[in-house]
T-cell receptor, first 114, second 115 residues
Framework: QKEVEQNSGPLSVPEGAIASLNCTYS??????FFWYRQYSGKSPELIMS????GDKEDGRFTAQLNKASQYVSLLIRDSQPSDSATYLC??????????????FGSGTQLTVLP | GAVVSQHPSRVICKSGTSVKIECRSL??????MFWYRQFPKQSLMLMAT?????????EQGVEKDKFLINHASLTLSTLTVTSAHPEDSSFYIC???????????FGPGTRLTVT
């Protein structure tokens, strides 16, 4: 089992719809969770971090964390064509030690259709 | 968010030469910096973890004598690709970890082409 799993997609949604991106992780005691957006040919950009169970909202983005189910998701409301990118889920497992390395999923490619 | 710069953004070099890439955290002190490599349409691959004033920790399969990392200060880490070969052509990206939050902020990346 991969440490961090994401559906690779591609996921296509119409403009204005809600895009839902999902991620599961294997290390039950992981504490820090992140979503990054990566446009083609560019480096990843941090868009959300979440540390406790529940929802965290920032503008059109909502991150949801359920530690019991080892599940983290990202909702994008009112999706825009400019949201078309690859979304990377990242987890900081305790196994990373003091270096706090992130373990990344393989990413979900999102396309928002005009 | 925090800002990480990387220089150069793009470099073309001849086989056998060495290339140095700089990574700087501009508005925070980074306890740890990371170096990644990404081939087209593939996932990020962690190459090494760098802490200020100590030797870098390399991931399995990454040659430490080929990819030299120096972390001179809390805001600067460098990666030197020595004796580069065409198979080293890739997108090299650094990130810096903000201590309190564990958030990692990425530099814009360096696209290396070895001819």
């Amino acid at each position: 089992q991969k440490e961090v799993e994401q559906n690779s997609g591609p996921l296509s949604v119409p403009e204005g719809a809600i895009a839902s991106l999902n991620c599961t992780y294997s290390d039950r005691v992981s504490q820090s969770f992140f979503w990054y957006r990566q446009y083609s040919g560019k480096s990843p950009e941090l868009i959300m971090s979440i540390y406790s169970n529940g929802d965290k909202e920032d503008g059109r983005f909502t991150a949801q964390l359920n530690k019991a189910s080892q599940y983290v998701s990202l909702l994008i409301r009112d999706s825009q064509p400019s949201d078309s990118a690859t979304y990377l889920c990242a987890v900081n497992p305790p196994s990373s030690g003091s270096a706090r390395q992130l373990t990344f999923g393989s990413g979900t490619q999102l396309t928002v259709l005009p | 968010g925090a800002v990480v710069s990387q220089h150069p953004s793009r470099v073309i070099c001849k086989s056998g030469t060495s290339v140095k890439i700089e990574c700087r955290s501009l508005d925070f002190q980074a306890t740890t910096m990371f170096w990644y490599r990404q081939f087209p349409k593939q996932s990020l691959m962690l190459m090494a973890t760098s802490n200020e004033g100590s030797k870098a920790t390399y991931e399995q399969g990454v040659e430490k004598d080929k990819f030299l990392i120096n972390h001179a200060s809390l805001t600067l880490s460098t990666l030197t690709v020595t004796s580069a070969h065409p198979e080293d052509s890739s997108f090299y990206i650094c990130s810096a970890r903000m201590g309190l939050t564990n958030e990692q902020y990425f530099g814009p990346g360096t696209r290396l082409t070895v001819t």
